[in-house]
């Protein structure tokens, strides 16, 4: 596999304190990664700073073979990366208008947005609620929501801020479910979670950031978990 990000010398601080320091870290293409740890060491300030929307130090970042700064944010990055907050905002239009809102920001004729749209809410089995209000959707559902309003973007980077946290059931297991075919179509994803089903999926890696810094680790979590991270 080809290298889509390298970043090394990543450093966060906030106020004296230093979040975190990460001497490298290599994302490859289409690839499948859990970013771990304990509450608190930084895992969704990471996915932030990766999305430009946090700063950080930094000393070389290269983006499919490009050496590229952080600051400010480029253009090459903001159409790549995709970055999915644990809570999505909906915006109070509709389902529909809500997952082709980035693609009419980028321009793209309505034509277009519309076939997108329209293959999007059947991935992510949300055609039902094409019409309905944001507010009254459930967490799964916002969750489906959002994942379809990236997938639409045609992401090289998808950044997963706890993608089911406090979902359970059926809503958890359909959230689960469209992780893989995102790295199918060729989308890199890195999930910040807990959660021993997204870790345990096929071919995915796991990172982990413990006392500020990031470790390569392989396996999956062992049953009876570790004593710094949440079941």
């Not at 601080?13 to 289409?30: N, P, V």
């Not at 045609?154 to 995102?182: C, H, K, M, S, Y």
Request: charged share 25%; aromatic share 4%.
């Amino acid at each position: 596999m080809s290298p889509l990000l390298t970043v090394r010398g990543l450093k966060k601080r906030h106020g004296e304190r230093l979040l975190f320091d990460i001497e490298a870290l290599t994302l490859d293409s289409a690839s499948a990664y859990v970013l771990t740890g304990a509450n608190g060491v930084g895992k969704s300030t990471l996915l932030r700073v990766l999305a430009g929307l946090d700063t950080a130090q930094v000393e070389d970042l290269s983006f499919e073979g490009k050496s590229v700064s952080l600051h400010p944010y480029p253009q090459l990055l903001r159409r790549a990366i995709v970055y999915v907050h644990q809570h999505p905002i909906m915006f109070s239009t509709s389902v529909a208008q809500n997952i082709g809102y980035g693609l009419a920001a980028r321009g793209e004729p309505k034509a277009r947005v519309a076939q997108l749209v329209a293959q999007a809410m059947d991935w992510a089995g949300v055609d039902y609620l094409r019409d309905t209000d944001p507010t009254r959707l459930s967490g799964g559902e916002k969750q489906r929501v959002a994942l379809a309003r990236a997938r639409v973007l045609q992401p090289r980077l998808l950044l997963l801020d706890e993608p089911t946290a406090n979902l359970d059931g059926a809503a958890r297991e359909q959230v689960i479910a469209l992780i893989p075919t995102l790295v199918q179509e060729g989308s890199t994803v890195v999930m910040a979670c807990h959660d021993r089903d997204l870790i345990g999926l096929p071919g995915v890696r796991r990172l982990k950031l413990r006392d500020g810094h990031l470790e390569v680790r392989a396996g999956k979590i062992e049953a009876q978990g570790e004593p710094d991270e949440t079941p």
